[in-house]
């Protein structure tokens, strides 16, 4: 029950349901909209529905845009040689913020779960085989989330790609630099043997 105005209890409500905010949480994050300014708090609101309104996803990559190719996309001086895959937008984000990789991205909006009741039918994988069939690449990055869906998807996709004259390749996993072997788990220590180098 609350004791909260019907205004301030619905706000509490809706902000309640963005993933990983508690009740205590949406109920600071609703008075602190209260003290703001009016501009502030509607920039918010404006910010909200200009992003329902405005971003679809890429025709291409199925990224996030504001217009028929994203950003990275659109951008002719990428390697267009070299494909990334990707789960979501926000694991392409953080490939991006290394900018260490310089090709273009295949986002596929989820993993196969079949727990979770998500199929390969359900992600963009068939739009993926289609693009890799027409185009010139030379290496696909497997960049899924090293879990056991993000590891499944991978391999679901290699045997899909097989038939194509392209490397397939995974994000190199292990020990990151600075670390100490104590510390380190047993499949982070599996991947780092799986993976070695020569020096």
Same mark, same amino acid.
């Given at each position: 029950?609350?004791?909260? $105005? /019907? $205004? ?6 809706? =902000?309640?349901?963005l993933? /990983?905010i508690?009740?205590? +949480? $949406? ?12 501009h502030?708090?509607? @920039?918010?609101a404006? $910010?909200?529905?200009?992003v329902?309104?405005?971003?679809? %996803?890429? &025709? ?6 504001? &217009? ?6 659109? !951008?002719?001086?990428? !390697? ?12 392409l #984000?953080?490939?991006?913020? +290394? &900018?260490?990789?310089?090709?273009? %991205?295949?986002? =596929? ?8 009741g998500?199929?390969p039918?359900?992600l ?16 696909? *990055? #497997? ?6 869906? /993000? ?9 899909l =790609?097989?038939? %194509?004259?392209?490397? *397939?390749?995974?994000?190199?996993? /292990?020990?990151?630099? @600075? &670390?100490?072997?104590? %510390?380190?788990?047993?499949? #982070? *220590?599996?991947d780092? =043997?799986? @993976?070695?180098?020569?020096?």
């Open positions: 029950m609350s004791n909260h $105005a /019907g $205004a301030v209890s619905e706000l509490v409500e809706q =902000l309640g349901r993933p /990983g508690g009740r205590k +949480s $949406a109920e600071r994050l609703a008075f602190h909209l209260l003290r703001v300014s009016e502030e708090a509607l @920039g918010l404006d $910010a909200i529905r200009r329902r309104k405005d971003v679809r %996803y890429c &025709s291409a990559c199925f990224n996030l845009s504001e &217009s028929e190719l994203c950003t990275i996309c659109a !951008d002719p001086s990428r !390697d267009r040689t070299r494909l990334c895959i990707v789960e979501q937008p926000r694991d #984000m953080s490939l991006e913020q +290394s &900018s260490v990789f310089r090709g273009v %991205y295949h986002v =596929l909006l989820g993993r196969i779960a079949p727990l979770d998500i199929g039918d359900q963009t994988i068939d739009p993926l085989v289609e693009r890799v069939r027409k185009g010139k690449f030379v290496e696909v *990055i #497997m960049a899924t989330n090293p879990t056991v869906e /993000g590891d499944g998807t991978s391999l679901y996709i290699s045997n =790609l097989s038939e %194509y004259p392209v490397e *397939i390749t995974r994000l190199a996993r /292990g020990i990151t630099a @600075g &670390s100490v072997l104590e %510390y380190a788990n047993r499949e #982070m *220590i599996a780092a =043997l799986t @993976g070695r180098q020569k020096l």
